[in-house]
């Protein structure tokens, strides 16, 4: 009998909660892509036995149901004209899915997608900066008058120097602009003709390009700041975003005869337009208000506690650099440079929480890049520490934050100062008037963010149920590759007989409808990482994992045929979801006699879920 595509779709739309509980629709060749708003409304059970629905299971923020090749768009057509959502391809679904995320990692995720490639630049360029100022204080070396510093100098300040343009190539590769057009954005905002924006407090020229109508003594409508952006980090990535924007609406509507010449003319000659005119002066304004603001704040202890802590979050807007207007006066007034404790205390704050990380974590990739940023933080550059590592797993940042908070307060109460300024962490022993002091504020800050992220930092906890397989382990190097997509080579996850996909116990598997794969006979309950990747789901039932790879596979190992109906009973999870795991690692330990005694197949089930995405899938079996 022929499946009634139309009541088929209705009865998903009722037990998902209706379509104004679908945030996005998508199909691929066999299955509905759902992106849900609330999956407390969503009845899976009721919908595992809709008639059409072959199975169903959540990937990356998706929930998917399995209808099959030839069906699926029929029941999708059905499924939106019922309910009344609009129609989005694949990746809008999964941009959809990436939405439903907590709100301040979508606000953060952007910045640390923008600064993890250019990290090695402001890693090399952070410590070499530390070294050279740190042998330029010397007393009698002479070194900050040699050939020697000058040279060495340039070559570590250029990343710094320049660091719009190359945060505006990364962030048009993150938006998806022209990369060359985010270099001219990035350009534009530090060029020449501009006043350094290092140097704003000693004046600099405007334009009038809309007019000349003066509204107060200090603001002229339609006047342009000719103001460089130099060291600044948002404003360009917004520029970079608006610019990104532009160009893709053009290359939309303009024809393709004009689009070489149009399209980038009018993005570059607007976004240096907006920028100049809106978004750059918006930022000066917040600059200058957290400036005034911290003047007075540091002006007692509670007030430098506060800044202690607020500082690493002027570093992310950009805004520490004027900084140095601050103690620049400082020292004319009082001869004693007090701001300089407070900055770091909270630079030597986000050294201690970066560094336990670096030795926390277990990811070789995180240690890579916490161990070289967090030295560079003790130097007194944090960018690397802060973007390429505490933000991006929040609570470390969180953590120095309050370390440099308790070190700024002990250093108010101590009344230590420095007679120079641009020197901070360990290069500011040259600088201090009391080093001992500046030690105890050193240790209490750096040490408490250390302690604290050391106690909250849980990304390489071991895994409560990895206990010790009873069984030998698998030995990865000796698995056969089971499954190829392009570069990719993907070996089999359990150690055994390999049964081709047709063969497999069950229909649903051996149809292909939940991907191309292959079954295997386990001879041990060991089920270990295939791939380097990220676990996507770990079923209730604990019988089923999906891993996710950075080249965008979607692979579920499957242990057993209908062990769903087990409840969990003779399988241990190693892993949960949103654990990362490298080749090799434990993910299940189960039990083959119980799996047997319970009367079900023990195929391990090895698919590659999203494999009608790829052209180039082969299958070894």
């Given amino acids: 009998m022929a499946l009634d595509y139309r009541k088929c779709a209705q009865e998903i739309a009722d037990n998902i909660g209706g379509g104004s509980n679908v945030a996005s629709a998508a199909h691929c060749a066999t299955r509905l892509r759902l992106v849900i708003s609330d999956n407390s409304k969503v009845n899976k059970e009721a919908l595992e036995n809709v008639d059409g629905v072959k199975g169903m299971f959540e990937s990356n923020g998706q929930l998917q149901l399995i209808i099959g090749t030839g069906t699926v768009n029929k029941v999708y057509d059905e499924f939106l004209d019922i309910t009344g959502v609009a129609a989005a391809s694949k990746e809008e679904a999964k941009a959809a899915a990436a939405a439903k995320q907590p709100w301040y990692i ?16 402001i890693v090399a360029s952070g410590l070499m900066m530390g070294l050279v100022e740190a042998l330029a204080k010397i007393p009698g070396l002479g070194f900050g008058d040699s050939d020697w510093f000058a040279f060495l ?45 290092w140097n704003a407090a000693n004046g600099y020229d405007v334009w009038y390009l809309f007019g000349h109508i003066k509204i107060t ?44 010449f149009i399209t980038p003319l009018t993005t570059v000659l607007v976004t240096g337009l907006v920028t100049f005119t809106i978004i750059g002066p918006i930022f000066s304004t917040l600059e200058t208000m957290v ?22 979050a002027t570093v992310v807007m950009g805004l520490h650099h004027m ?34 990380v670096g030795l926390r974590s277990k990811n070789n990739k995180t240690k890579a890049v916490a161990i070289p940023s967090s ?39 101590m009344g230590i100062g420095a007679s120079a300024y641009g020197v901070t962490g360990i290069p500011g022993y040259l600088t201090i008037n009391n080093a001992l002091l500046y030690t105890i504020v050193l240790a209490i800050s750096g040490g408490l963010a250390f302690f604290i ?65 292959l079954g295997i006979t386990p001879e041990i309950g060991v089920v270990v990482a295939p791939c380097d990747g990220t676990i996507s789901t770990v079923a209730e039932s604990k019988h089923a994992i999906g891993i996710s790879t950075e080249s965008g596979l979607e692979l579920l190992i499957h242990v057993g045929v ?4 087990m409840n969990g009973d003779g399988f241990k999870p190693a892993v949960a979801e949103g654990d990362t795991v490298k080749k090799g690692d434990l993910l299940l330990n189960f039990d083959i006699d119980k799996i047997k005694k319970a009367g079900y197949a023990d195929t391990v089930v090895f698919l590659l879920t999203n494999s009608d995405d790829f052209n180039d899938v082969k299958v070894n079996a």
């Fill in 217 to 260: 003594d200090s603001y002229t409508l339609g006047q342009i700041n000719q103001l460089g952006y130099q060291g600044h980090v948002i404003p360009v990535m917004l520029a970079v975003l608006f610019m990104s924007k532009i160009e893709g609406w053009l290359h939309k509507h303009v024809p393709e005869m004009l689009d070489l």
């Fill in 323 to 356: 900084y140095n207007v601050i103690e620049a006066g400082m020292l004319a007034s009082k001869g004693l440079n007090t701001w300089m404790p407070i900055a770091s205390a909270a630079n030597f704050a986000q050294f201690g929480a970066c560094l336990a």
């Fill in 153 to 197: 100098d340039m070559v570590a300040n250029t990343a710094f120097a320049y660091l719009p343009v190359i945060v505006a190539i990364s962030a048009a590769r993150v938006f998806g602009g022209n990369i060359f057009l985010g270099a001219v954005i990035g350009l534009l905002m530090i060029h020449s003709a501009l006043t350094n924006g």
């Fill in 291 to 312: 400036l005034a603001g911290a003047e007075k704040l540091v002006a007692n202890p509670i007030g430098s506690c506060i800044m202690g802590a607020l500082y690493p």
């Fill in 562 to 565: 209908d062990t769903v109906k």
């Fill in 375 to 413: 030295m560079s933080a003790a130097l007194g550059i944090t960018e690397p520490a802060i973007f390429g590592v505490n933000m991006r797993f929040m609570k470390p940042f969180v953590a120095g934050m309050i370390g440099g908070a308790a070190g700024a307060l002990v250093a108010a109460f």
């Fill in 453 to 517: 992220t050391t106690v909250i930092f849980k990304e390489d906890e071991p895994k409560k149920a990895a206990a010790a397989p009873a069984k030998p382990a698998i030995d990865v190097n000796a698995q056969p590759v089971v499954i190829e997509v392009g570069n990719d080579k993907i070996v089999a996850p359990s150690k055994g007989a390999l049964v081709k996909q047709e063969d497999i116990p069950d229909e649903t598997f051996a149809s292909g409808v939940l991907g191309a794969g």
């Fill in 106 to 121: 979508r606000l953060l995720k952007p910045i640390g997608d923008v600064f993890v490639p250019i990290l090695p630049a």
